[in-house]
């Protein structure tokens, strides 16, 4: 009769519990079922306020770039995610001749924004620059021109 020793015993005791759990798992993972659901999303856009803080004068050739900075309200009845503020420049205006949007320099026109906004909630943002563009010729028609600026919330 061969002899039973305690080493052998424990490694037949382990691979039966492991047999047993395998059976268990298995049992587990092989049930099946149905069922339905839905979701709905509500209707409503978010409504969103974008105001410019700062205010940029005197831009001209040799001034520095002045940093854009505002606000953004969220006026809708339920909460919204805003990531970003991006600014553009939309068109020139006046001034003493011609001169668009060619003769500006926008920098980093993404703000990051990051939160989440409550109903009636601001958040603010800030970091784009807005310069005058230097092109080396007579661009005397910029004089007391406006660059009207536009944003868009994401």
Do not use: E, H
Request: charged share 5%; proline share 2%; glycine share 12%.
């Amino acid at each position: 009769m061969p002899i039973v020793t305690r080493k052998k015993l424990a490694i037949g005791a382990a691979v039966a519990v492991v047999a047993i759990g395998g059976g268990t798992a298995y049992a587990y993972w092989s049930t099946s079922g149905t069922g339905t659901g839905s979701a709905s999303t509500s209707a409503g856009a978010a409504n969103l306020a974008i105001t410019q803080t700062s205010s940029i004068v005197g831009l001209a050739p040799g001034i520095a770039p002045q940093t854009i900075t505002g606000s953004v309200k969220n006026n809708a009845a339920n909460s919204a995610y805003v990531t970003q503020v991006v600014a553009s420049i939309a068109s020139v205006t006046g001034g003493a001749g011609s001169c668009d949007a060619s003769d500006y320099t926008l920098d980093a026109a993404t703000m990051l924004v990051g939160q989440d906004l409550a109903s009636g909630a601001s958040a603010t943002f800030s970091g784009a620059q807005l310069s005058f563009n230097n092109k080396a010729t007579n661009q005397d028609g910029c004089k007391g021109a406006t660059v009207n600026l536009s944003y868009a919330a994401s």
